[in-house]
């Protein structure tokens, strides 16, 4: 194992540039939101200030109105789109003047990654300090979520974009493509270039990506104006979950400083929203959380690893999480797959090479051994670490894996970009 850590800890240095990490050389050249944070737990392990200066610098993007961009554009390179120009973040009247960056968000990490940061600390009272310089931006971000991307005040967020939800091109957007019919724009894809387009996204599902942001665009990265016109509008289990737990722990490390300003408010919106995810997001007969869709108000009634991920956050009671592992073992979990495909391998719409439509992910991965852990399914839990082991060790540091088993042979089953950054971040953390 220790040689797998040392190399899990080159592919981190190598992707650590000017004040911060790329998640993968060429295909994702700038900083990403919610790979950042998950990165800064990786280097926690062995390089602190790394760490810190990772968050820091995403912090430094933020906008003054709380928002924290998905994509930070440190550099003018053009092996990514879209770049910088076609997202044009200074049309907002609040975005970052020092950044160019999206008009769009990520699953909100950050506060847990400073928890996590604190676990990890050999020098628990500096990193306590360090938290105390960035732990109020962090909490902006939240008051940012619930004031402005809660119309209806229930206690849920949305996402406008399915890039926000960080799961792109999920068989769960399939239900709201339909509902869309974007014009058939004229681009040059880059990811195509560095990975084969079997295992990306299609040029139909790219044309519905811009035509989200054009509108967004069109009304200058308006809140008000998303939420009432954006064709996609969700309320994601995995994004409300990373929400979820990231308060939790600003609750824990506000109490750590003694500062008690802010944990009442803290208190109040964690108390509302998982009330509003158990009532709302829970299926009884799939036995796990689902997504919904704000615009046309429906559920949108799929399984994926979004649906599990609840459970690193706490969110339901015993008895539930007991209903999802069972539901997990039995669709996700069989003896030939590896746990845990991005989509339920039983649906019509899997496909275990492509991107999110059911390949596994690690940080997914990291987040189902973690809640698997806390409700104290240990054995599944160590599965879902050994088989992440397993699957980096046959395969690299890919984006991600080939669920089924049999295709780990000759270790051509990880797809996506290699030498990739939370890969080899999360492989650190569950193996410490
Ligand atoms: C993927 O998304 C980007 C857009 O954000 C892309 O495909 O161009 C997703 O897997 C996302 O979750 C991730 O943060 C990003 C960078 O790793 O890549």
Wanted: aromatic fraction near 14%.
């Amino acid at each position: 194992m220790k040689a797998l850590k040392d190399r899990a800890q080159t592919v981190l240095i190598n992707n650590f540039k000017d004040g911060f990490s790329i998640p993968c050389a060429k295909l994702y050249p700038f900083q990403w939101f919610w790979d950042s944070g998950l990165i800064a737990i990786g280097f926690a392990h062995f390089e602190m200030e790394k760490a810190e200066l990772e968050i820091k610098t995403l912090l430094d993007a933020q906008w003054g109105n709380g928002f924290i961009p998905h994509i930070i554009f440190h550099t003018d390179t053009d092996t990514y789109f879209p770049g910088a120009d076609f997202h044009r973040s200074d049309l907002h009247p609040e975005s970052s003047k020092k950044y160019k960056s999206t008009g769009m968000t990520q699953p909100p990490v950050t506060g847990f990654v400073l928890e996590e940061m604190y676990r990890i600390s050999k020098d628990k009272p500096a990193t306590l300090k360090f938290i105390k310089t960035v732990i109020d931006k962090v909490y902006d971000n939240h008051n940012y979520f619930f004031t402005q991307r809660d119309p209806q005040k229930e206690g849920l967020v949305y996402i406008y974009h399915n890039w926000e939800s960080g799961t792109d091109n999920s068989p769960i957007w399939d239900d709201i493509w339909d509902t869309m019919n974007p014009p058939e724009y004229n681009f040059e894809r880059r990811d195509t270039t560095h990975v084969d387009a079997a295992q990306r996204p299609s040029k139909r599902e790219y044309d519905h990506y811009l035509h989200i942001i054009e509108i967004a665009k069109e009304h200058n990265y308006s809140d008000e104006k998303i939420a009432e016109l954006s064709p996609f509008l969700v309320q994601d289990p995995l994004f409300n979950a990373m929400l979820i737990k990231s308060n939790q722990s600003l609750i824990n490390l506000y109490e750590l400083l003694g500062d008690h300003t802010k944990i009442e408010q803290l208190q109040q919106w964690q108390n509302k929203s998982i009330k509003a995810f158990n009532e709302k997001l829970y299926d009884e007969e799939l036995g796990a959380y689902i997504h919904y869709d704000l615009r046309n108000e429906k559920p949108l009634r799929y399984l994926s690893s979004s649906s599990f991920a609840p459970l690193c956050a706490s969110i339901p009671s015993e008895a539930r999480a007991k209903k999802m592992v069972e539901v997990m073992m039995e669709k996700f979990g069989g003896e030939e797959q590896y746990l845990c495909a991005s989509f339920d391998p039983t649906s019509e719409r899997f496909n275990p090479k492509k991107y999110w439509r059911g390949p596994v992910w690690i940080n997914l991965n990291w987040m189902l051994f973690k809640g698997l852990k806390q409700y104290g399914f240990t054995e599944i839990a160590e599965r879902v670490k050994q088989d992440s082991v397993d699957m980096i060790d046959k395969n690299g540091f890919y984006e991600y894996f080939d669920s089924r088993k049999e295709m780990h042979k000759d270790g051509t089953a990880g797809y996506g970009g290699n030498d990739f950054s939370w890969t080899a971040a999360l492989l650190i953390d569950m193996l410490n």
